[in-house]
Every structure is written in structure tokens, then in C-alpha cells.
């Protein structure tokens, strides 16, 4: 059996520690042998748990084990080969050493690195559920959507390649002083471009893996949200709820009004803009999330007695392809019967209103000069065609 996963990811500061903690304990106090982990080199498990947390997992409770992944480590059991040889290229072109060292890491590297310890973890079979508290953006998730790339890669780059340069080796170091990359910058390479692939894969078994966004009810995290949803299910990842967290309850009293008013603004535009995805909903406490009791208020109040496990939605709720000329959106309105459907762009922005449903979307940049051309409705989806 595959451990039930989730990542949770979001802006900084919205509360993802917080959050995929306390999942972690409603899912341990229901019987599952969880592990909770973060990916993110800014480490706030422990504090959050209250507890010490190795590099290593660490039990924390009845059925809960904690880690905080360290890049470092990752770094070097997974790449210290490559890093020794691009280190000693830069620096035989005139870079310092602290900068070449630098260099050696691709950008997002380090929690890419880290993140595959949910490999590990997910094939390891020792766990019922595996929670991550992944670092403040998507970047990593969309470092892992391109297996087909990496596939080509490895094709080209391992296929007659390897042999020819095993043969140009020694004419490189007597005539061009240069280095070429030994097995064993060639097995990490491919090592990690084979990890890659299977980190694809598991992200997008959509029985047993979700993501969740965890954002508060401000106008910018909001916005950012959205675009992160849109980017995950274009790479097939499923999203099963999102999180608003530090919602103003009824009493703040007037000195917040004014706050209370934007938050339910945008509360409104989370509900149009992920439905039918369920948006789980946290108040802002009267003191910080911080230790075990803490965090099952906090699990109490996103989940309201279901189980946090489960995969709270199923589908994707979008799906965008895009060809020769022009792209297609595909989006799932269960609700909507079929009837007047209006559709407005503006700027990156699509509006779509069916049966008096609204939905806004944020699209990619890609599809920044495209309009849409048509739009039909079947089967409980919405299909609009663009084209230049
Ligand atoms: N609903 C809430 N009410 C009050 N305080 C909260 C709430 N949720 C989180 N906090 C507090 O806000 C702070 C930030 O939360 P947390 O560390 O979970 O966010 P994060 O998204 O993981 O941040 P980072 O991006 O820095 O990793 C913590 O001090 C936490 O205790
Ligand atoms: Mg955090």
C-alpha cells in the first residue's frame, strides 16, 4: 500500500507549518503511522511541535515521527561529484571559489534535494501517511513536471554521448585543459534525473497524493495561490483543499472592520475561484499556533470532526493543453447545468459565468496574447478554446 500523501505549500508566513503539523496529529491521534517532514531550510517543525527534530525522523508522539530534511546532507549524498567538478571548471575559469561553489547548485536545488526524501519515504512502506511542509512556493513542484525533458535528456545525453566522451577525454585534458565529467559525475546526473522522473510520478498518483494550498484571506496571497493552483493542475497535480488560515472571527470588534471587510471579499473570490474544491477555514487565534495543544485547535477548526487524511476532493478541477495553435481549458463546474455561459478576460485573468456560477482564473503567462474563441459546456465541464 502507498502512504497517503500531502504537500502542503503556500506563500511565507500563511501558516503551512502550522498547518501540515497539525494534520499530522489528527492523522496519528486516528490510528495512522504518520511522518511528517519539511523540505523548507527554514526549520520550524520543531518549534512548532515543541519538540526536538532530527535530520533523521524522529518520534514525537503515539504514531508520529517528525523530520527536518537538511539540504546539506541531500546536497552532498546526491551531488557531491557534480559539485567537485563544475567547482574545479569555474574555478579554472577565473571564478572564486565561494561563487563557483554557488554555482554548482541548480536554483531550487536545495529542496529538490530534500524532497526526495518523500521518495524514500513513500517507498519505504513503513508509513500510513507522509506529510510535507514544503518551502513558500510551487517552484519545486515545477522543477518536477518536466519528466518528458528530462526523459530526452538522459536519451541524448547517456545514449551514444556517453561513449564518445568517454573516448574524448584524455585529447580534452592534453589539448583543451579541460576537464571532462568522470562515471561518477555521469551516475549522480543520471541518478538524479531517474529520481526526478519517479518524483513525477508519485506526485501525480492522484489516489494517494494531493497538494494543498495554504493561504490567508489577503489580496496578494490569494492571488498567488490561484496561480499556483492553476500551474499544478496543468502539470496534473491534484489539488484536495485549500486552506485559508487566520480568518478574523465575528468578535474582533471595530478597529478591524475595516480588515474583516477585505478578508470576506476575498473569501469570496477563494470560494469562486478553487470551487469545487473544499476551502477548510481556520480563525486567526488569540495567540500563536505553537505546541501540541495549539495545533489541534488549529486541527479542529480546519476540519470539523472529518477525517484530515482523507483525499478531500478527486479530480482535477482544471485541465489546460496547449497545441500548435492555440490552448484548451477544460473546467469541472458539477453544479452548473447546462446554460448562459459568458466569458471575460482581462489581462491573465478569465472570468467564467455559468447559471450564475463565477469562477476566475488566473492563467498562465503563456496565454497572455491569446482570446477566447469558443466555449461549450458537456459532461459537468466547461470547454473554451483560445487562439491568437
Ligand atoms: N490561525 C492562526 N492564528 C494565530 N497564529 C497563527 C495561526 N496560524 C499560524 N500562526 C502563527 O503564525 C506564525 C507563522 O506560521 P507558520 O510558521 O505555520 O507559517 P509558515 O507558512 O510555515 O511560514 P514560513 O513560510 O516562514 O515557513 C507562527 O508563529 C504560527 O504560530
Ligand atoms: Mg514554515
Same mark, same amino acid.
Given at each position: 500500500m502507498k502512504p497517503r500523501t500531502i504537500l502542503y505549500t503556500g506563500k511565507g508566513g500563511v501558516g503551512?507549518?502550522?498547518?501540515?503539523?497539525?494534520?499530522?496529529?489528527?492523522?496519528?491521534?486516528?490510528?495512522?503511522?504518520? &511522518?511528517?517532514?519539511?523540505?523548507?531550510?527554514?526549520?520550524?517543525? /520543531?518549534?512548532?511541535?515543541?519538540?526536538?527534530v532530527g535530520s533523521e525522523p524522529t518520534q514525537v508522539g503515539d504514531r508520529l515521527w517528525a523530520q527536518q530534511v537538511q539540504a546539506q546532507e541531500e546536497l552532498e549524498r546526491h551531488w557531491s561529484a557534480v559539485q567537485g567538478w563544475l567547482g574545479g571548471l569555474f574555478v579554472d575559469q577565473g571564478v572564486d571559489r565561494i561563487a563557483a561553489e554557488e554555482l554548482t547548485v541548480p536554483p531550487g536545488g536545495d529542496e529538490l534535494f530534500s524532497l526526495l526524501q518523500l521518495k524514500r519515504h513513500v517507498d519505504d512502506g513503513s508509513w500510513d501517511v507522509v506529510i510535507v511542509d514544503c518551502a513558500p512556493t510551487g517552484e519545486t513542484l515545477r522543477l518536477l513536471s518536466f519528466p518528458d525533458v528530462a526523459r530526452w535528456w538522459l536519451e541524448k545525453v547517456f545514449g551514444r554521448e556517453r561513449q564518445l566522451l568517454a573516448a574524448a577525454r584524455p585529447i580534452a585534458r592534453t589539448f583543451f585543459d579541460v576537464t571532462l565529467p568522470d562515471e561518477r559525475v555521469f551516475g549522480e546526473v543520471q541518478r538524479l534525473v531517474e529520481n526526478l522522473i519517479a518524483m513525477n510520478e508519485i506526485l501525480r498518483d492522484r489516489e494517494a497524493v494531493s497538494i494543498r494550498l495554504v493561504m490567508s484571506p489577503d489580496r496578494m496571497v490569494v492571488a498567488e495561490a490561484m496561480r499556483t493552483f492553476t500551474y499544478l493542475s496543468l502539470y496534473g497535480?491534484?489539488?484536495?483543499?485549500?486552506?485559508?488560515?487566520?480568518?478574523? #472571527?465575528?468578535?474582533?470588534?471595530?478597529?478591524?472592520? /475595516?480588515?474583516r471587510e477585505v478578508q470576506r471579499e476575498q473569501l469570496e473570490l477563494v470560494e469562486s475561484g478553487f470551487a469545487p474544491v473544499p476551502v477548510l477555514r481556520a480563525p486567526y487565534f488569540e495567540q500563536e499556533v505553537v505546541g501540541p495543544a495549539m495545533l489541534d485547535r488549529l486541527g479542529a477548526a480546519l476540519f470539523d470532526g472529518a477525517d484530515a487524511g482523507a483525499v478531500l476532493y478527486d479530480t482535477l478541477a482544471q485541465e489546460l493543453s496547449l497545441d500548435g495553435d492555440g490552448a484548451r481549458l477544460r473546467l469541472e463546474l458539477p453544479f452548473a447545468e447546462k446554460g448562459d455561459i459568458s466569458l471575460?478576460? &482581462?489581462?491573465?485573468?478569465?472570468?467564467?459565468?455559468?447559471?450564475?456560477?463565477?469562477?476566475? &482564473? &488566473?492563467?498562465?503567462?503563456?496565454?497572455? #496574447?491569446?482570446? #477566447?474563441?469558443?466555449?461549450?459546456?458537456?459532461?459537468?465541464?466547461?470547454?473554451?478554446?483560445f487562439s491568437e
Open positions: 503551512k507549518t502550522s498547518v501540515a503539523a497539525a494534520t499530522a496529529r489528527r492523522c496519528a491521534a486516528a490510528g495512522q503511522r504518520t &511522518i511528517v517532514l519539511s523540505t523548507d531550510p527554514a526549520h520550524s517543525l /520543531a518549534d512548532s511541535l515543541e519538540t526536538a497535480y491534484l489539488t484536495d483543499a485549500v486552506v485559508v488560515n487566520r480568518v478574523f #472571527p465575528e468578535e474582533v470588534g471595530g478597529y478591524f472592520g /475595516a480588515w471575460k478576460k &482581462i489581462g491573465l485573468e478569465l472570468v467564467v459565468r455559468v447559471d450564475g456560477q463565477k469562477r476566475t &482564473i &488566473i492563467l498562465p503567462p503563456a496565454l497572455a #496574447p491569446y482570446r #477566447p474563441s469558443s466555449a461549450s459546456f458537456s459532461d459537468g465541464a466547461l470547454l473554451v478554446s
